[in-house]
């Protein structure tokens, strides 16, 4: 306990209670922390994802880097199977290794529960991603989501557990198959400061509860 944290003997920081939020690269390898941690019982995953060789080409964000890796293999097929290969440098500690024990537990350390939280059409990490990401965790759906990915059972309000939802922040429609959106319209950055966001994010780690007040779909308004 460092005695930066203490003011007139008082502890400020409760540590008998440790929670967990991140997003965009904390949501992604938080599933990681969040899985391993022997600490943290809960923990929020905002426009988290997994896999980087599938996410890659359909985030803004590799786009200026196409150009050069495009140059140097300029065979789209080459490309396909370069991404793919690349991936084994990241796997030690890629989210897709550890999800599917986050529920459970693994040996030693207890079973945790997580709140996810997308942006619809998110330009840097793609919606098929993260949903890819939750249904690895087992998580159900939550009601006012804005969108309703394939694979999903539903839950009902108030929800005590682990759930995952999109907000819609009013971007518009990404493009189809591996492409990259061409701009980014702001929900990625965005969602985890929004209303609807911020209400369920408080409730979840204060009592382990997910509820909302979305008048049917949550978005900003």
Not at 53 to 73: H, K
Not at 77 to 97: F, I, T
Not at 103 to 132: C, F, M, R, Y
Not at 160 to 166: A, T
Request: overall charge negative; aromatic content about 8%; some cysteine.
């Amino acid at each position: 306990e460092l005695p930066e944290f203490f003011h007139e003997g008082v502890n400020l920081v409760d540590s008998s209670q440790l929670h967990y939020v991140g997003g965009p690269q904390g949501g992604i390898f938080g599933g990681t922390l969040l899985t391993i941690s022997p600490d943290i019982d809960r923990g929020v995953l905002i426009v988290g994802g997994v896999v980087y060789a599938f996410m890659i080409e359909r985030s803004i964000d590799f786009d200026p880097f196409e150009v050069f890796f495009s140059l140097s293999f300029p065979d789209r097929l080459d490309r396909a199977l370069v991404l793919p290969m690349m991936q084994h440098l990241l796997d030690s500690a890629e989210p897709a290794g550890y999800l599917g024990h986050t529920l459970s537990g693994l040996p030693g350390i207890g079973p945790k529960s997580v709140l996810a939280i997308a942006a619809v059409n998110d330009a840097q990490v793609p919606n098929l991603s993260t949903d890819h990401s939750m249904r690895m965790v087992g998580v159900p759906l939550l009601p006012g989501s804005a969108r309703t990915p394939w694979g999903f059972e539903s839950a009902t309000l108030p929800h005590n557990g682990s759930g995952y939802i999109s907000i819609d922040m009013g971007d518009p429609a990404v493009p189809e198959g591996n492409l990259p959106p061409d701009a980014d319209h702001g929900g990625h950055g965005g969602v985890g400061f929004s209303d609807a966001a911020i209400s369920m994010i408080n409730g979840f780690l204060r009592t382990g509860e997910i509820d909302h007040s979305c008048d049917g779909v949550c978005d900003p308004d």
